[in-house]
Structure formats: C-alpha cells, structure tokens
C-alpha cells in the first residue's frame, strides 16, 4: 500500500439536487487525513463523521 492522498484539497464546480432545489457549488474544502492504494484496494481510514459546512 502506498499513501495516495493527505492534507487539504478543494473540490472542483460541482451542482447537487437537495429537496428539489438545484444548488451550484463554487467549492468545498476536504481534509483527509490519509489515503492509501495498493494494486488491488484503497484504504481510507474514516471515525464515520461527515461536516458540510458553509454551503449556500
């Protein structure tokens, strides 16, 4: 296995349907604390916990 991913990213434009409301997202920041890729899986370790935050 090989970390593949660490640290902050932003995500590109990106639209999402919530409750039959179109929303266009300019970006969102992600923080993964590690990700790993071997030649047959991917392991990204996760506490379950998911934040969406300023959206609007």
Do not use: A, C, W
């Amino acid at each position: 296995m090989v970390l593949t991913i660490r640290g902050r990213k932003y995500t590109p434009k990106f639209d999402m349907n919530v409750n039959n409301y179109k929303l266009s997202i300019e970006s969102v920041q992600t923080e993964v604390h590690t990700g790993y890729e071997g030649q047959t899986s991917s392991y990204l370790p996760s506490n379950n916990l998911i934040i969406l935050m300023d959206i609007y």
